[in-house]
């Protein structure tokens, strides 16, 4: 009986404790200057695109994650054509991968940056053949300004590149 008292109230301690701790935020790590730039896409974009069969509307939606460590990219949400980019930091680098609807997910490091643009590069340690497999290969953002951004994304389809297609968006003020 003492034994099973005593449990109890060790659990009781340690659940208290718990929940105490539980509306403090975690404490986060100096984040890279260029993944703080990504970070002010929080929120909704809209604008135009083309992904082959010509100009289409588009709706990417950016949202933090994991107590500010990721960056979510969502474009064509509830569609058969949703897909995901999460933006991560990797071994002191700016990170991403790729949930693409061709079924693959590339990886890309990010290759240089300056004040307005990141340019980003196929990862060859994400696990795609690059020279059998089709899949995005590279991808440039642009911060034309506060509310406007232009992306321009590099595939390769059947071992050729295809051509780029830049898409303006501008944010949704709510």
């Known amino acids: 009986m003492k034994t099973t008292v005593s449990l109890f109230c060790a659990t ?5 404790f718990g929940l105490a701790n539980a ?10 200057p260029e993944f703080e730039r990504m970070k002010t896409l929080v929120g909704t974009w809209k604008g135009k695109t083309d992904i082959g069969q010509g100009p289409i509307d588009i709706t990417v939606q ?10 979510e990219e969502r474009v064509f949400a ?6 995901i980019t ?24 990010l ?16 696990g795609i053949d690059a020279t059998t497999e089709s899949h995005m290969h590279a991808m440039r953002l642009s911060f034309d300004d506060a509310d406007a951004i232009t992306t321009s994304c590099k595939a390769i389809m059947n071992g ?15």
């Not at 949202?63 to 960056?71: E, F, Q, T």
């Not at 509830?78 to 897909?83: D, L, S, V, Y």
Request: charged share 25%.
């Open 111 to 126: 290759k240089s940056s300056d004040a307005k643009t990141l340019n980003f590069d196929f990862d060859p340690t994400c």
């Open 23 to 32: 509306e403090e935020p975690a404490k986060q790590k100096q984040a890279l």
């Open 62 to 71: 950016y949202r933090l994650l994991a107590a500010g460590s990721v960056l």
């Open 78 to 83: 509830g569609t058969p054509n949703e897909m």
């Open 86 to 109: 999460m933006y991560y930091e990797r071994c002191g680098k700016l990170a991403l991968t790729h949930y693409c609807i061709m079924g693959n997910r590339p990886g890309m490091l």
């Open 160 to 174: 050729k590149e295809t051509e780029p297609h830049p898409s303006t968006l501008k944010r949704v003020k709510l």
């Open 12 to 16: 009781a301690l340690l659940a208290s």
